[in-house]
């Protein structure tokens, strides 16, 4: 998979998590292992990637009046408020993690 870019591998990990929250979901357990690379043969003989989000498990939608606090996430893969105690939980955690991603990717 070496002529995939970790810009590509971000821009489609991003959006699709964009995808997620403006349909009111959560995904609470984003990790390096919560995305698949699919290679996809085109016509022309080139090969194209698609990242895709999987482990929903933990993912839950956001609808009002519904408690989202409690444990969420793998070991080292969480945002530092979702350890706090009856803490509500929000997409903004989805969001820190996937800039841990980021790192992730860009760093090895």
Request: net charge positive; hydrophobic share 30%; aromatic share 10%.
């Amino acid at each position: 998979l070496s002529s995939l870019s970790p810009k590509g591998i971000l821009f489609q990990a991003t959006r699709g998590l964009d995808y997620l929250h403006q349909n009111h979901f959560v995904h609470r357990n984003v990790k390096p292992s919560s995305f698949l690379i699919k290679e996809i043969q085109s016509s022309n003989s080139s090969n194209r990637y698609a990242v895709k989000i999987t482990d929903f498990r933990l993912s839950r939608q956001l609808d009002q009046g519904k408690d989202l606090s409690g444990t969420v996430a793998s070991e080292g893969w969480e945002a530092p408020e979702s350890r706090r105690e009856k803490q509500p939980l929000h997409q903004s955690l989805d969001v820190f993690i996937l800039g841990c991603f980021y790192h992730y990717v860009l760093t090895g």
